[in-house]
């Protein structure tokens, strides 16, 4: 079984880390309400109204693909290839939208299982 270390993302300008796995927080709850992304966070005390926050079609976007299976760098490019916009105004976007999801402890990032010399998953 893998297993991938989990810390807080650090999404600053100068040390996003492009191969960090971003993965929603587990006690998110988040639901797709008239075209909108809605996440619910019971114990929220970081939000506008009662531990509910609203993220654009993009920002949805990233959401969902933040399984802690795609690296920033994979979904950086998937929204690239899905939305009309430049690479580094995405990459910028995604940055600052990781940031404050980290921030309000609504993703962690995690990396990927290193390769044994057996060419076996290891545990870090």
Known sequence: ?????KSSADYSKSNADLERLP???ADVIWRD???ETVLFRPDDKQSNILGIHILNRTAAFA???SNG??????ILSRIVGRFDVQRE???EDLRI???NLADKNLVSATSRPQESKDGNKAKE
């Open 97 to 99: 939208l990781y940031k």
């Open 69 to 74: 299976e795609l690296s920033f760098e994979e």
């Open 23 to 25: 993965v929603r927080c």
């Open 89 to 91: 105004k995405a990459q």
């Open 63 to 65: 959401w969902e693909l």
């Open 33 to 35: 309400i008239d075209g």
């Open 1 to 5: 079984m893998k297993e991938a270390k």
